[in-house]
T-cell receptor, first 114, second 111 residues
């Protein structure tokens, strides 16, 4: 069966510090991968998605970046965090198999920027 | 990308059937309708997906009228653990299509 891992689960970082969040998927090949952010009391905002190694599409311009160095690894990074980067970060995967996309989400990372 | 409209919140009681309706007037021919459930501090979880008429699984039913401009998620005999936010998404899928999560419907189940 497929599983998705995210770490760390929680993170407190000072403003201006770098960020690296990692997501890995097991049990599937060539998945679509996604990074979302959810601010408190808000819906999910799609940040990045990837359909293959090295292929990244950005949905929202910001000081975050994403990379996909391996088929089942997706990394979210920042060189300098802002207060507004605080939120709940979710990674998801999907495999489009002849019908509409269904996404499976990881446990998330709660990021607090102070 | 079809936009969806859902009620912000709903209340019900244990043992009742709950119906949450989603409007999607601009749904395209190839679009599917997908519902997710999210508990606090967790990622959304897939509930059900459909294209037309009725779909049923062990968790819920999804009713889609012929014009497909709306859909209704039906949760039979809810319990306190069904308290969550429910999202309706419409799209064909793949890449960024159909991946707009609105604020969803906050369902509160009372004893």
């Amino acid at each position: 069966s497929q599983t998705i891992h995210q770490w760390p689960a929680t993170l407190v970082q000072p403003v201006g510090s770098p960020l690296s969040l990692e997501c890995t998927v097991e049990g599937t090949s060539n998945p679509n991968l996604y990074w979302y952010r959810q601010a408190a009391g808000r819906g999910l905002q799609l940040l990045f998605y990837s359909v293959g190694i090295g292929q990244i599409s950005s949905e929202v311009p910001q000081n975050l970046s994403a990379s996909r160095p391996q088929d089942r690894q997706f990394i979210l990074s920042s060189k300098k965090l802002l207060l507004s980067d605080s939120g709940f970060y979710l990674c998801a995967w999907s495999v489009l198999a002849g019908r509409a996309d269904t996404q499976y989400f990881g446990p998330g990372t709660r990021l607090t920027v102070l | 990308l079809a936009k969806t409209t859902q009620p912000i919140s709903m209340d019900s009681y244990e043992g009742q059937e709950v119906n949450i309706t989603c409007s999607h007037n601009n749904i395209a021919t190839n679009d599917y309708i997908t519902w997710y459930q999210q508990f606090p501090s967790q990622g959304p979880r897939f509930i059900i997906q459909g294209y037309k008429t009725k779909v049923t699984n062990e968790v819920a039913s999804l009713f889609i009228p012929a014009d497909r401009k709306s859909s209704t998620l039906s949760l039979p005999r809810v319990s306190l653990s069904d308290t969550a936010v429910y999202y309706c998404l419409v799209g064909e899928g793949g890449g960024a299509d159909g991946l707009t999560f609105g604020k969803g419907t906050h369902l509160i189940i009372q004893p």
